[in-house]
């Protein structure tokens, strides 16, 4: 007399699964991490003006008087503001075609000298100082003589530091497409825009 044992479907097809499983990881290549981009450190930036002017008098005197800074995207220069009167102007790079440079009245609410990189570009951003709650900053870049940014607001290298010196946390900032100086107490001479060709 024969007797006949059935190995159940469920016991087969499990085994086979894990031998075919074995066979696949063993085959299989092994996964490689991605390595992160390092961010890019620059130790020379491009101002194509440097024609900055910089009142170190008013500068010295500036300790309690109201500031604010204005972004002129039409001009392509910022101004540091003390007391009614013009302490910097400088030549800036603001958002290229494509890319935006938004408009309106901003605090600082965040600044870093160094370490801070971009997390979308991977670069430092020296001089870092954060308009409101945006993504948008004013920081030290290529000044090229035109709109060139990803929306960020570029200062000159030279400048910048002076400029983070003397605005604090809360400073106003107004980012605005033509600024009429004609509030300042005394007469100012905004410098006029070099000719760019818009990219």
């Given at each position: 007399m024969a007797i006949f044992v059935t190995i159940g479907p469920t016991a087969e097809a499990g085994l086979f699964d894990k031998l075919k499983a074995k066979k696949k990881a063993k085959n299989a290549p092994a996964e490689v991490e991605k390595p992160k981009p390092r961010p890019v450190h620059r130790s020379h930036y491009r101002d194509a003006h440097g024609d900055a002017y910089i009142n170190e008098a008013l500068l010295k005197s500036a300790d309690g008087k109201r500031r604010k800074v204005i972004v002129?995207?039409?001009?392509?220069r910022a101004f540091l503001v003390i007391d009614d009167l013009?302490?910097?102007?400088?030549?800036?790079s603001s958002?290229?075609?494509g890319k935006h440079t938004p408009r309106g009245s901003y605090q600082i609410t965040?600044?870093?000298?160094?370490?801070?990189?971009?997390?979308?570009?991977?670069?430092?951003?020296?001089?870092?100082?954060?308009l409101?709650?945006?993504?948008?900053?004013?920081?030290?870049?290529?000044?090229?003589?035109?709109?060139?940014?990803?929306?960020?607001?570029?200062?000159?290298q030279q400048v910048a530091p002076i400029l983070f010196e003397h605005?604090?946390?809360?400073?106003?900032?107004?980012?605005?497409?033509?600024?009429d100086e004609s509030d300042l107490r005394l007469p100012y001479t905004v410098r006029k825009p070099v000719a760019y060709v818009d990219t």
């Open positions: 002129d995207i039409g001009r392509q013009v302490a910097i102007d400088t030549a800036i958002a290229r075609r965040e600044k870093v000298a160094s370490g801070k990189v971009s997390t979308l570009y991977h670069v430092f951003m020296p001089y870092w100082m954060r409101g709650h945006t993504t948008v900053g004013m920081h030290v870049g290529d000044v090229p003589g035109y709109p060139a940014s990803a929306g960020c607001i570029r200062l000159p605005v604090t946390h809360g400073t106003r900032v107004e980012v605005v497409d033509s600024w």
